[in-house]
T-cell receptor
Framework: GAGVSQSPSNKVTEKGKDVELRCDPI?????LYWYRQSLGQGLEFLIY????????KSGLPSDRFSAERTGGSVSTLTIQRTQQEDSAVYLC??????????????FGPGTRLLVL | SQQGEEDPQALSIQEGENATMNCSYK?????LQWYRQNSGRGLVHLIL?????REKHSGRLRVTLDTSKKSSSLLITASRAADTASYFC????????????????FGQGTILTVHP
């Protein structure tokens, strides 16, 4: 079956513009995660969805970052008024759930964001 | 600071040799997972070990977990040039009731280079 897909693969934008990053999880996976990987900070958790709700948004770095998930499937991460420090690879992962035996997270290929 | 600290930061070996990477963490965990990343893109799940397990094998991979020392190791036996990649450990926190919803905290990673 298809894995996790993300679009776009690469995004170059100008400082101050808004960007939207999309994640299509594995069909049927109820849990969805966003992570960010940057040179200075390594891999960081951003937000977790269970179904359409986000019980943990603790990793979102500022109020410029938001995310939503609809239909228990596709998720969109939006960054408003982008800054150069937002440049990073944004990774999405999904899992069947947090239930024992189904915790493995499957990652997408990521979106490489460059803010000029 | 990162939950997981990995050691060494970089490892360079010849094909056929074994590679050992270590990971230490700080808080109580539900499980620990090892991932591989090629060229800074998507993460590939290698193996998951639960907090009540001490050792796990998968093909040429052997993972150990010592919860008393809060440490884990990944051993790749008979390495191949294709094993060249970055390897990350990631921990899932322990919640009340012994469950985990799966939010992962990653180490900084070990860059493994296997020379043909």
């Amino acid at each position: 079956g298809a894995g996790v897909s993300q679009s776009p693969s690469n995004k170059v934008t100008e400082k101050g513009k808004d960007v939207e990053l999309r994640c299509d999880p594995i069909s049927g996976h109820t849990a969805l995660y966003w992570y960010r990987q940057s040179l200075g900070q390594g891999l960081e958790f951003l937000i977790y969805f269970q179904g359409n709700s986000a019980p943990d948004k603790s990793g979102l770095p500022s109020d410029r970052f938001s995310a939503e998930r609809t239909g228990g499937s596709v998720s969109t991460l939006t960054i408003q008024r982008t800054q150069q420090e937002d440049s990073a690879v944004y990774l999405c992962a999904s899992s069947d759930s947090g239930v024992r035996g189904r915790e493995t997270q499957y990652f997408g290929p990521g979106t490489r964001l460059l803010v000029l | 600071s990162q939950q997981g600290e990995e050691d060494p930061q970089a490892l360079s070996i010849q094909e056929g040799e074994n590679a050992t990477m270590n990971c230490s963490y700080k808080t109580s965990i539900n499980n620990l997972q090892w991932y591989r990343q090629n060229s800074g893109r998507g993460l590939v799940h290698l193996i998951l070990i639960r907090s009540n397990e001490r050792e796990k094998h998968s093909g040429r991979l052997r993972v150990t977990l010592d919860t008393s020392k809060k440490s884990s190791s990944l051993l790749i036996t008979a390495s191949r040039a294709a094993d060249t990649a970055s390897y990350f450990c990631a921990t899932a926190p322990l919640r009340a009731g012994g469950t985990s919803y799966g939010k992962l905290t990653f180490g900084q990673g070990t860059i493994l280079t296997v020379h043909p």
